[in-house]
């Protein structure tokens, strides 16, 4: 079965819903800090049992794959028919919207991945041998950030596969008038309009 554009709406739009899930549940299950236990000039830190990496990763998985999906669904030859990529990038709001696409994906990934591989650091170095210590965990609110401008970046996603659906449909029609002998559209060079 091939892939619709209606099909690709879906895979993005929960892509995007369950990274933005799962990075706010990473942020709220987060300890605040862990429990010292000194020692001989030393403190352990023990952190209780919580999933904040495991959420957290899976969370930037789900962004990747989102983005990724995103990005083939606007080059992606939809029954059979491809369109040139010049094109798609002659529009203007089809280019500013496909950089805010980028652009909100990577700051979602580091805003996602920066406090979850801080945390597991913390897990796994915790012994200290400043005994003033407080047993840190990773900053609070950047995981909830980052889950937020996931779910932007599925919906700047979906904005580009409209803009270059709507491409994709003046293409043809523009196409289907040069078969029938209508006014022929060059989409090779750019047609400049001067007042008078």
Not at 158 to 185: H, I, Q, W
């Amino acid at each position: 079965m091939a892939m619709s554009v209606k099909h690709m709406y879906i895979i993005i739009v929960t892509l995007g819903v369950l990274s933005f899930i799962f990075g706010v549940i990473a942020e709220n299950k987060k300890p605040a800090n862990g429990t010292a236990i000194l020692g001989k000039g030393v403190v352990i830190c023990k952190y209780r049992s919580d999933h904040t990496v495991a959420l957290g990763l899976l969370s930037v998985i789900l962004l990747a794959a989102s983005a990724v999906a995103g990005f083939s669904s606007l080059f992606y030859p939809y029954k059979g028919k491809s369109i040139p990529q010049a094109v798609l990038l002659r529009s203007t709001s089809f280019i500013v919207f496909l950089n805010v696409a980028l652009g909100t994906t990577g700051l979602a990934a580091v805003l996602l991945l920066w406090p979850t591989i801080s945390e597991q650091l913390h897990i796994t170095r915790n012994i200290h041998h400043n005994l003033q210590t407080e047993c840190p965990t990773a900053n609070t609110g950047l995981l909830g950030g980052g889950a937020f401008l996931s779910l932007d970046s599925a919906l700047f996603w979906l904005v580009c596969l409209m803009l270059s659906n709507n491409a994709r449909n003046d293409y043809f029609e523009d196409t289907a008038a040069d078969l029938k002998g209508g006014d022929a559209v060059n989409y090779e060079e750019d047609v400049v309009i001067k007042s008078a």
